[in-house]
């Protein structure tokens, strides 16, 4: 006799999988909205943030892929696999940061980035908390850890506006670069979490 899924479960993993599938869907579409408008601006910032959302669709594949199919190994494996995209964005952030502070750069003004970094802050922050509410229901490491990946993703969004801002406000173009080194911060901090748990 075949072991069936308790209803509840099975609705909370429906949930988890909508919520990875919108997180995926709205940073496919960022990668190419943040590659124009890096380009554009010619912003490490946006740049980096532009990475970051490639590792959170990294990180969304692999949850999808651990939902599938759940058992300790996969997550652990899961779990390592998004430690290891924070760490390789991290290292090539602050290298892109720290030669854009030595050399002065200065990036142009980014309404587009501006526009995009607003919207993407509020949809990440309510996607995790739908992605931390469920991964504690379904008691899900790696789904309430890809919460934190996505929290930190809008406090990403929201930091990179605020250099954006200050750029095109007040003409501070070392807050561009600096808001690199926030990514790189939240970046390592995160990997860091993952491998204590892990």
């Not at 954006?164 to 807050?175: E, H």
């Amino acid at each position: 006799m075949a072991f069936r899924v308790p209803a509840d479960t099975a609705r909370l993993l429906r949930r988890g999988i909508v919520l990875e599938r919108l997180t995926l869907g709205w940073n496919v579409v960022g990668v190419v909205v943040l590659a124009v408008a890096a380009i554009g601006a010619r912003s490490v910032a946006l740049a980096g943030f532009g990475l970051d959302s490639l590792v959170e669709i990294g990180a969304s594949a692999v949850v999808l892929w651990e939902l599938s199919g759940t058992g300790h190994d996969r997550q652990g494996k899961a779990l390592r696999l998004i430690g290891f995209a924070f760490i390789a964005l991290a290292i090539y952030i602050a290298v892109q940061s720290t030669v854009v502070l030595v050399a002065g750069f200065h990036p142009k003004h980014s309404p587009l980035g501006i526009a995009w970094t607003t919207l993407t802050a509020a949809i990440m922050f309510a996607l995790a908390a739908g992605k931390t509410r469920t991964g504690a229901a379904l008691d899900n490491p790696v789904l309430r850890t890809e919460g934190r990946v996505t929290f930190i993703d809008g406090l990403l969004a929201g930091s990179v506006l605020i250099g954006l801002t200050l750029n095109a406000a007040a003409g501070a173009w070392w807050a561009d670069p600096l808001a690199g080194f926030v990514i790189v911060f939240y970046g390592l901090k995160e990997a860091n979490t993952i491998f204590r748990t892990d």
